[in-house]
């Protein structure tokens, strides 16, 4: 109570206190936000540049720049990256930390020096991935199916430890955002108060504790079968690979739904502000995130199609991969319901929005076919794959990554950034992320199977186009690069509520104080309730 | 026999996603593809038109400042959203589950054949015949195939895209595929489970003959008899997977190069040398771990069995030409 | 009573909660979140388990005659009775006991001691006999399998063995901070967190007794 008066002088989170020792040691969650979201950046460059590399040399249908074993460390290393250090980490870890607090009227996690134990843990396990990349990189593919997995001579200890490493750092931001959400609220927002995000948060990190234990134990038996045996995977003893499979899908899959779920979060916190009015279904929203997390661990089966697993299996597991998916499709059409009616304010947040919802229609229309037993026969193991969850993740993920880095641009740094240039690569990214990814549906359609070095030469029209594809790409997010740092630079400071916005971390400074609020805040309406604020 | 094997286009055959089929199931496969991509065509499209209209109707504008409408939600709106994708899914599970009950079930009577996969080739036996055969599958037309596969190091999976159909091939169990192709031609097979540096080149050709066709092949085994050595030599380098670890141009890559290696002395792992004539390279194709060269892995597979003494020698004039 | 209580320490609730009841449920709902990892970090291996179980049960009776049932009890017994001085523990710092507490937390660590000091002897019969995991196995046996049951053994009670010698690390911290007067009927968080931990280790090892060395 007694900081209250001295509030409005005491700076932003930004410059109080300065040094960088007290942002190495911070526990505020905005500043372990900032430094999980450079991390993050850098990582997804590295992954991008890892792709840029790859699909240089798939412009030849024959041996080009890379040998065979490198061009299967680049894909190992393009995946890995991004998934364990990227887009797993990427909207929760930087966005959701940051904003998690602000938008509950809370003035940080409950448990902020955990949290910043997470992110030294997330730095730690990233140090291994790096060693990995230096000391003869794994060339497993980032799913590390066994037995190659636990054959091969590259560096596969150091990335899997990594990523154990890795997953300990998530399932504790899991842990911190799961209390955060029940028991930091501000008076009066009661769980039907709460923005979509946080509920998204809550979901996301429900699967985050649940599911990431079961990748720690078995990646952590996979490096124990690699230095002492433990034969479990192991055919010549009597152990199954395809028990690798099991266990490692029965994470990932749900952790497809750790990158995606707080994606769809955004986007409800975009369309929302952007069009001036109260989402549409926000019960609905709600529960559909919460129906996703569950069903999302029922579903782990639908990789092993092909691998012999039993017919019975396989049909339940493609029944359960279509119920996940009519979540999904309701938010879609909650969202464009939200639209009806609003006052749609155009901006480069707001564009992502738009691409998001075309790019995840078409990610889930060809999961649709996915899903479908005999044709995931044919599809499996092909381009058709690599295109679908490109169109999710990338499309997805990542749309509302970048949508939600923009929105929250201003609060986070108090600096605007150039509209025009955010629409320009926008276009470029949208435009570029099709020619790559199209393309590579009608290659796997055509047969053309995945992770392949070389390849028959009338494929080669596609390939192409599709590499020339990821150079447009590229300039989108080299553009993006430049007017971001320039607005850090020389941008006109930010308001405190550029958009409109009615959440809460609106109604605090831009960038904010120290403890988020000069006075706690007090909820007594929905969390879009614009009628309220428009009359 | 000698002619050169031409496989059938994936790119220029077949429609604009599939390339063209070799049996009747392909179309019940490619019909459900095609319902599905009509329906999400449909919906895309007025997915996109609604954004479009939206967009231009909801501006924000002087004369739209704030929201026009209140509504919070619609239960019947969200029940219909909810529950017709929830037929439509339903339907397409049951239209996917069918078709792949009857592709993964074999007729009683089907030609059994056995596929080994190893790094990086595919190896076929037919036991009652006694034929085996590398890189080749020879079936004859409009009969049922069954195919008994396993896997002698990693996880490989074999793939007919003209077929659509795939499997993986496990080391420590037996997985199975069947398939009956309605015409003759040849077709690509595929490793499509990342398996290591030469996945990719871990390619086979089924061919597809007739019945007196394959009655005679099976007579006449894989090699043909009258084709000069050093052509069939050629030939077996590509059929046989050694251009995916032997180069023939210098280059080492994961084996050595054949050139320039025939009458020449190399060094070997264990510090010896050895010259390379006709008795070490038939005993490197036979048992290639007995004395395997300095800088190389010994992971090559054994071709003990699987060759004639015939073709052995065709690899020897092929290599001596280099 | 109350010259226990002359140099206690005031504990002050952390800036970002409203209230020290707030600060207690909200790490007691953390600490029972992490639980719940822990449970499918185990889950995972007891899944591998009964998959071999299933697929090899002669196996695991082969194997189970190698594992002394007698050790386990005792180290069954060593447990129970810990997880007993743990609750003792905490309800003598929630009433402001603080030398019972003391001496409740000495307790369970050398419970915990005695524990690992019997896995100890354990170990060592097995690495004198060669059942080890496979890359090290020489024990002489009849299944073929039988290196994945040693595989399974050693992966599942050594993980089980780190997180006992976590909770020895977490109650000395206890026992310092209990000894500097940090706990009392106000504020007992820590004691009760660890105490949770210390159940839920307990907890896997009764599933892990009876399953690998009574599965016959």
């Known amino acids: 109570m007694v900081h209250e008066s001295h509030a409005a002088s005491e700076g932003s989170y930004l410059t109080n206190p300065k040094g960088w020792k007290s942002w190495l040691f911070t526990v505020d969650h905005k500043r372990i936000g900032i430094m999980y979201l450079l991390f993050i950046v850098i990582s997804f460059a590295l992954g991008g540049f890892f792709a840029l590399a790859l699909r240089l040399q798939l412009l030849s249908p024959v041996k080009f720049l890379f040998t065979a074993k490198q061009y299967n460390q680049l894909f190992t290393l393009h995946g890995a990256i991004m998934v364990f250090l990227f887009i797993v980490p990427s909207i929760p870890a930087s966005l959701g930390n940051f904003m998690l607090p602000l938008m509950l009227g809370a003035k940080d996690v409950a448990f902020p020096k955990l949290n910043l134990a997470s992110f030294y843990i997330y730095v730690f396990g990233a140090i291994f991935c790096v060693f990995s990349m230096i000391s003869g990189a794994a060339d497993t593919g980032w799913t590390f199916y066994t037995p190659y997995s636990t054959t091969t001579d590259t560096s596969v200890i150091s990335m899997t430890l990594g990523a154990f490493i890795l997953g300990f750092s998530s399932i504790l931001t899991g842990v911190n955002f799961i209390a955060t959400i029940h028991k930091m609220r501000a008076k009066g927002m009661n769980w039907f108060r709460m923005p979509l995000f946080a509920w998204s948060l809550y979901a996301t990190a429900i699967i985050q504790v649940l599911a990431t234990p079961v990748l720690a134990i078995t990646l952590l038996l996979l490096i124990l079968e690699r230095t002492m045996g433990v034969g479990i995977f192991d055919s010549k003893l009597g152990g199954d690979p395809v028990l690798f499979q099991h266990f490692f899908w029965f994470y990932s899959h749900p952790a497809v739904y750790i990158m995606i779920l707080p994606a769809m979060g955004v986007m409800s916190e975009l369309v929302t502000t952007f069009c001036r009015k109260n989402v549409f279904g926000y019960t609905t929203m709600a529960y559909s995130s919460i129906a996703i997390a569950i069903i999302s661990f029922l579903v782990w089966g639908h990789h092993l199609f092909v691998s012999g697993q039993s017919d019975n299996a396989a049909a339940i597991f493609s029944i359960l991969t279509f119920l996940v998916g009519i979540p999904s499709a309701i938010k879609v059409f909650n969202w464009l319901a939200t639209m009806y009616g609003g006052s749609i304010n155009l901006k480069t947040p707001f564009l992502y929005f738009l691409s998001f919802i075309v790019l995840f229609c078409v990610g889930g229309f060809t999961g649709i076919m996915l899903g479908a037993l005999s044709l995931d026969v044919y599809f499996h193991g092909t381009y058709f794959v690599v295109a679908h969850f490109h169109y999710v993740m990338m499309g997805g993920t990542v749309m509302a990554f970048i949508g939600g880095l923009h929105y929250w641009w201003p609060k986070m740094f108090g600096k605007m950034y150039s509209e025009f240039w955010g629409r320009v690569a926008c276009f470029f990214i949208f435009a570029g992320f099709n020619m790559v990814f199209f393309t590579q549906f009608i290659l796997g359609a055509k047969g053309m199977p995945r992770r392949y070095f070389n390849y028959l030469d009338q494929f080669q029209s596609l390939h192409a186009f599709s590499t020339v594809g990821t150079w447009v790409l590229g300039l989108g997010f080299l553009i993006m690069a430049f007017y971001l740092i320039d607005s850090l630079i020389n941008g006109p400071p930010a308001p405190a509520n550029p958009w409109g916005g009615m959440t809460l971390e609106w109604q605090t400074q831009s960038p904010p104080i120290m403890h988020n609020f000069e006075s706690a805040p007090v909820v007594d309406h929905d969390p879009y309730d614009y009628k309220r604020m428009d009359g | 026999m000698a002619k050169e094997v031409v496989i059938e286009s994936l790119m220029k055959s077949g429609s604009f996603w599939f390339p063209e089929g070799a049996t009747s199931i392909t179309n019940r496969v490619d019909g459900l593809f095609y319902f599905i991509l009509a329906g999400s065509i449909i919906l895309f499209v007025g997915i996109c038109a609604t954004l479009v209209y939206f967009l231009y109707k909801y501006r924000r504008t002087e004369a739209n400042p704030v929201a026009t409408s209140n509504i919070t939600h619609s239960t019947i709106l969200e029940l219909v959203w909810t529950i017709i994708p929830l037929i439509l899914c339903l339907f397409i599970f049951w239209w996917g589950y069918k078709d792949y009950l009857s592709m993964s079930t074999p007729p009683g009577n089907a030609l059994e054949i056995r596929v080994i996969g190893k790094k990086w080739l595919w190896q076929f036996e037919y036991p009652k015949e006694g034929v085996k055969t590398l890189g080749e599958l020879v079936v004859p037309v409009n009969r049922p195939i069954r195919l008994v596969m396993g896997s002698e190091d990693v996880i490989h999976s074999f793939f007919l895209p003209n077929f659509r159909i795939k499997r993986d091939v496990l080391p420590n169990r037996y997985t199975r595929l069947w398939f009956e192709a309605e015409r003759t031609g040849n077709f690509q097979i595929f490793c499509s489970e990342y398996c290591g540096d030469a996945h990719s080149a871990m390619l086979a050709t089924l061919r597809v003959v007739t019945e007196a066709e394959y009655k005679e092949w099976l007579k006449g085994g894989s090699g043909a008899s009258d084709e000069p050595l050093p052509e069939l030599g050629k030939r077996l380098y590509t059929k046989n997977a050694c251009n995916t670890c032997h180069s023939i141009d210098g280059s080492p890559s994961v084996g050595p190069t054949w050139k320039g290696m025939y009458g020449h002395n190399v060094s070997l792992v264990d510090g010896t040398s050895v010259l390379v004539d006709d008795a070490y390279i038939k005993e490197s194709i036979e048992k290639p771990n007995a004395k395997v060269v300095k800088g190389f892995q010994p992971i090559m597979p054994a071709y003990a069995g699987v060759m004639r003494e015939r073709e052995i020698l065709a690899l020897i004039e092929y290599m001596k030409s280099l | ?216």
């Open chain 3, 1 to 216: 009573m109350s010259n226990q209580l002359e140099n206690t320490v005031q504990h002050h609730v952390a800036h970002h909660f409203d209230t020290a009841e707030q600060e207690f449920t909200t790490a007691k709902l953390g600490m029972w979140i992490f639980l719940v990892q822990e449970l499918l970090f185990f889950g995972a291996l007891f899944v591998a388990f009964f998959v071999f179980k299933y697929l090899y049960p002669q196996m695991y009776i082969e194997a189970h005659h190698h594992l002394s049932w007698k050790m386990g009890a005792l180290n069954t017994v060593f447990l129970i009775t810990s997880s007993f001085t743990m609750v003792m523990g905490v309800r003598s710092a929630q009433t402001n006991q603080r030398r019972a507490t003391m001496n409740y937390l000495f307790a369970t660590m050398m419970l915990a001691f005695c524990f690992l000091v019997v896995k100890y002897f354990e170990y060592a019969e097995k690495f004198h006999h060669g059942f080890l995991p496979p890359h090290f196995f020489s024990g002489e046996g009849v299944h073929q399998s039988l290196p994945i049951f040693f595989g399974l053994y050693f992966v599942m009670t050594g993980l089980h063995g780190i997180h006992v010698l976590i909770g020895i690390g977490l109650i000395a911290w206890l026992m310092y901070r209990s000894s500097k007067g940090e706990f009392n009927s106000e504020f007992y968080t820590p004691v009760e967190m660890v105490g949770l931990y210390w159940h839920f280790v307990d907890l896997v090892w009764i599933f892990l007794f009876p399953l690998f060395y009574l599965v016959g």
